[in-house]
Protein backbone atom coordinates (compact mmCIF):
# COMPACT_ATOMS: atom_id res chain seq x y z
CA UNK A 1 0.00 0.00 0.00
CA UNK A 2 2.86 2.26 1.12
CA UNK A 3 4.36 2.14 -2.43
CA UNK A 4 1.17 2.73 -4.18
CA UNK A 5 1.36 5.98 -2.34
CA UNK A 6 4.32 6.99 -3.49
CA UNK A 7 4.02 6.56 -6.73
CA UNK A 8 0.81 8.37 -6.76
CA UNK A 9 2.63 11.34 -5.02
CA UNK A 10 5.24 11.07 -7.34
CA UNK A 11 2.89 11.26 -10.17
CA UNK A 12 1.79 14.48 -8.37
CA UNK A 13 4.87 16.37 -7.78
CA UNK A 14 5.95 15.63 -11.31
CA UNK A 15 2.25 17.50 -12.52
CA UNK A 16 2.74 19.90 -9.96
CA UNK A 17 6.24 20.73 -11.88
CA UNK A 18 4.76 20.48 -15.12
CA UNK A 19 2.19 23.03 -14.54
CA UNK A 20 4.26 25.48 -12.90
CA UNK A 21 6.88 25.25 -15.31
CA UNK A 22 3.76 25.88 -17.69
CA UNK A 23 2.92 28.83 -15.64
CA UNK A 24 6.48 30.35 -16.19
CA UNK A 25 6.81 29.41 -19.57
CA UNK A 26 3.43 31.62 -20.18
CA UNK A 27 4.29 34.47 -17.84
CA UNK A 28 7.39 34.56 -20.00
CA UNK A 29 5.87 34.71 -23.21
CA UNK A 30 3.16 37.11 -22.03
CA UNK A 31 5.85 39.88 -21.35
CA UNK A 32 7.69 38.94 -24.41
CA UNK A 33 4.88 39.76 -26.36
CA UNK A 34 4.14 43.13 -24.24
CA UNK A 35 8.00 43.96 -24.95
CA UNK A 36 7.46 43.35 -28.96
CA UNK A 37 4.25 45.64 -28.31
CA UNK A 38 6.25 48.03 -26.56
CA UNK A 39 9.19 48.18 -29.75
CA UNK A 40 6.53 48.45 -31.98
CA UNK A 41 5.46 51.46 -30.73
CA UNK A 42 8.63 52.95 -30.09
CA UNK A 43 9.25 52.47 -33.92
CA UNK A 44 6.28 53.56 -35.14
CA UNK A 45 6.74 57.16 -32.51
CA UNK A 46 9.97 57.33 -34.43
CA UNK A 47 8.79 57.07 -37.68
CA UNK A 48 6.05 59.19 -37.23
CA UNK A 49 8.71 61.69 -36.05
CA UNK A 50 10.79 61.70 -39.31
CA UNK A 51 9.90 64.65 -41.59
CA UNK A 52 8.12 64.32 -44.42
CA UNK A 53 10.91 64.35 -46.93
CA UNK A 54 12.49 61.61 -44.97
CA UNK A 55 9.81 59.44 -45.34
CA UNK A 56 9.60 60.09 -48.42
CA UNK A 57 13.11 59.07 -48.72
CA UNK A 58 12.53 55.33 -46.70
CA UNK A 59 9.12 54.87 -48.84
CA UNK A 60 10.71 55.34 -52.86
CA UNK A 61 13.60 53.03 -51.32
CA UNK A 62 11.03 50.15 -49.67
CA UNK A 63 9.44 50.97 -53.50
CA UNK A 64 12.48 49.64 -55.14
CA UNK A 65 12.89 46.56 -53.36
Known sequence: MEIKINIV???FEMKEAEI???KIALANKAQRD???AIIENKQDQE???KSIEELRK???ELAQD
Open 9 to 11: KSI
Open 20 to 22: EKT
Open 34 to 36: KIL
Open 47 to 49: LSE
Open 58 to 60: IYD
